[in-house]
């Protein structure tokens, strides 16, 4: 589904600067980010990798500087062509591992037919609540959320943590074959993701 | 767009019942506000009769006031705001669909269940059905104005004081139309311009509270 991807797709930040309580988290960033790429977000704790996050999935609105994706949809925002997957989860612990799914597809526009359930391999936790589901499966809900919608960019905080070595090995395949169809990522991660990332986005020090 | 609003709606609704949602608690401060009344004030049937109306409104009031402070909290806490303020459907749109759904969750079912709890304190029977239409008019404003009150306590752990003082004055004209409409003694008609102003409260908090919401609401996410 995803072959339609103009393929002249390209995430332009300029001069970045991000304010989060009164504190300027970092200054003057610039990057650029073409279609098929993958971008390695570093730096240590309290860098501001994840606020850099959130202001490209438009979350944070304290910012200056410019940010400008060529070549998308017209009329649609960055954060709206943008998967956004966070610390929290947004998983109901109330409903099953379907009905979280089902609910965010038919939100993000993925309609009616669920098919994403084996994305992560959830298929035997289909009908299990949310709320018994370990970590790890937890995290594994959450990143099925790439599947059931078509984004073109995706934003990624940490996503390895509490994931299994099937699983990561799951995530490089998802990641590389999105990059493979025109899409873009950036991840912000500690652990190697094992991917060869075309930029690399170096945040200061911490304060 | 109406999907997704669809969408959100009935996931909420699901989750109220399965999680219990605040109808449980809202009921049960309602219950025993009938029964603790009558006992409160003596056994004087014409001053009952009197008082209901206004206590029914009351205790619907509060009611609702309980369950305000949690409309939003659980989405805030769990980061499904976040997807949802970058999705396509307008940020208005998603408040104004999570409030319908306590609508339909909570102060729907009381405003139909508290009329005849008023049987407690000796209500004229003639009154309950001009009550149940007043109510089921002003029980979506209650909802409106609860959920300015919730958007803007969300990412607080105890909002509960702070949505009381904030939205105690707003309720203050739904009450008192509320129980014009509710008293009227001349007959059913008379109940018709206060009737007529409680819906037009309704509309207008149609129109400032997904505004208010999603306003309050954008300024905790970031």
């Known amino acids: 589904m995803p072959s339609s991807l103009p393929t002249s797709l390209r995430l332009k930040a300029e001069n970045l600067s991000c304010e989060r309580g009164g504190r300027l988290v970092f200054k003057d960033l610039s990057f650029e980010l073409a279609a098929g790429e993958l971008a390695a977000l570093r730096g240590p704790n309290g860098a501001g990798k994840s606020s850099l996050l959130r202001l490209l999935a438009g ?31 947004a998983n109901k ?40 589901l370990s970590a790890g499966q937890k995290r594994r809900l959450a990143l099925t959320r790439l599947a059931v919608a078509h984004r073109p960019v995706w934003l990624l905080d940490e996503p390895t943590v509490g994931l ?33 990332s075309a930029v690399n986005i170096q945040l200061g020090k911490a304060a | ?83 949802m303020a970058m999705g396509k459907l307008p940020f208005e749109i998603v408040t104004l669909a999570k409030t319908i759904a306590h609508w339909i969750t909570v102060s729907l079912p009381l405003a139909i269940i508290t009329p005849p709890l008023g049987l407690l304190m000796s209500l004229d029977i003639s009154q ?26 969300a990412g607080l752990r105890r909002g509960g004081l702070l949505v009381s003082l904030l939205v105690l004055p707003l309720y203050v004209p739904v009450l008192i139309f509320g129980v014009a409409a509710s008293t009227a003694s001349l ?36």
């Open chain 2, 1 to 83: 767009m109406l999907q997704q609003a669809l969408a959100l709606i009935t996931r909420d609704i699901v989750l109220a019942r399965k999680q219990g949602g605040g109808l449980g608690t809202a009921f049960g401060f309602i219950l025993s506000v009938m029964v603790l009344i009558p006992l409160a004030t003596g056994p004087d049937q014409i001053l009952l009769s009197k008082l209901a109306p206004g206590m029914m409104w009351l205790a619907l009031l509060l009611s609702v006031l309980l369950t305000a402070d949690r409309m939003f909290q659980q989405d805030f806490e769990d980061g499904s705001l976040d997807i």
């Open chain 2, 187 to 222: 007959g059913p008609s008379s109940s018709t311009p206060a009737l007529i102003v409680l819906c037009a409260i309704t509309l207008m908090s149609l129109i400032i509270s997904p505004w208010a919401c999603a306003a309050a609401l954008k300024a905790y996410l970031r």
């Open chain 1, 164 to 196: 299994d070595a099937a699983s990561l090995v799951i995530l490089q395949n998802h990641i590389r074959d999105h990059l493979k169809n025109g899409g873009m990522v950036i991840a912000a991660t500690h652990a190697e993701l094992g991917l060869k």
């Open chain 1, 93 to 132: 612990p109330a409903l099953t591992v379907r009905e979280n799914l089902v609910f965010w597809q038919k939100f993000l526009g993925g309609g009616e037919n669920l098919k994403s359930l084996s994305a992560f391999n959830l298929e035997a936790l289909a009908d299990d609540q949310a709320l018994l």
């Open chain 2, 128 to 153: 309950l059905p001009i009550l149940i239409v007043s109510m089921i008019t002003g029980s979506l404003a209650l909802s409106l104005l609860a959920a300015i009150g919730g958007a803007v306590t």
């Open chain 1, 59 to 89: 979350l944070n609105t304290s910012i200056s500087g410019r940010l400008n994706l060529e070549g998308g949809e017209a009329d649609t925002t960055l954060a709206e062509q943008s998967h956004y997957i966070g610390h929290s989860e």
